[in-house]
């Protein structure tokens, strides 16, 4: 078993709280990616749970156990760092055989289980290399075998493919969402790369500023950010945010307002406030001047045209029509989108992929009335 549970974490270097009460429970044999911007407190967060770091105040449970001050060798969880820091006068073979051998278990048996471990990453015809005659996805391997070895309750990875290049990047990917798998051991995995969070993570917990701004699995995170931060980090372009008005329209319809852009939403009436209007750039489509007038309609200009491949980027400048750009937007979908630069476009959305948030918190508001339309998920309004 490897249940994690951090209660009010907290860590402070000075006047900098880096972890600041981070409560989580994380359940055996998840994969939790703990995703943040430089500098949000990751890898104290991950220091603490290896033990490498005492926390200022809060506890760290592994099964029930309370490990908070528990010295990393007896917590029975294995680091894989970024740095791979495997010893290089050492051959594969002991590099990942030493945990075993500091424990004084017979040279049979860790013999045995090397080999047994090295089959698992297929580095069995490396053994007698050192680390210098590796390539840098192989080296890896071997400090993932040397975690892997002791089978410890769980795996806590410090962005771990951070030094392969691109391409080794996404194989290793795979090879290690495959051996969670197969483990079915927990890892608690470090990144800043979104894509591996939402590739590899079965729950993605997202950091800001050493708090945990929401936890939820890939889906979730994308689809119901809980707050502007968690939706700009997201995606690539990352959704676009209209800070606009949202009030109630004379027949009962709410809608939100900003210079360019009006978005008729689902019946109901709300006091008018002022909110963070989110929609995503692939839920974005161009139409004609004619749009239906009960329609998502936002008027814009084409900055650029980007091309990805197979899709393209367009970037708008916002805004009504001579009275100059008043924000941006980013549209994404299938190459060609037949725009180009200086090209005027009327873009629409289905209402009901729209996000709104508070502007003042930033938090994600979530629909509370009573009439709420079964048909908009996404149909939102009071407090999150
Ligand atoms: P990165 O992705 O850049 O590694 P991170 O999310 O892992 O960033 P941390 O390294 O955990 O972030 O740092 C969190 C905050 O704590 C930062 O503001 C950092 O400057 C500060 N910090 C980390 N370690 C120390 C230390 N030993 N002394 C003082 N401040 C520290």
Redesign the pocket.
Known sequence: MGRIRLDALT?Q??D?T??DAVSLDIEDGEFLALL????????????MLAGL?PPTSGRILLDDADITHTPPRRRDLAMVFQSYALYPHLSVERNIGFPLRVRRIPKDVVRGRVAEVAAQLQLDTLLARRPKELSGGQRQRVALGRALVREPKAFLM??PLSNLDAKLRTATRVELAALHRRLAATFVY?T?DQVEAMTMATRIAL?DG?RLEQVGTPTEVYDEPASVFVASFLGAPPMNLIPGRLASTEQGLLRVEAPGVVAPLWPGRVPAREVILGIRPEHLTPVGEDAARDAVRIRAVVEAVENLGSEEVALCATGPAGAGPAGQVALRGPRPLRLAPGDPVTLTADPARLHLFDADSGRRLVWQGSATPADHPAAVVGRG
Do not use: I, M, N, Y
């Open positions: 860590r270097f000075g900098t880096a972890v943040g911007p430089s500098g949000c407190g990751k890898t104290t967060l991950l220091r770091l410090d962005e470090v800043h950091l050493g």
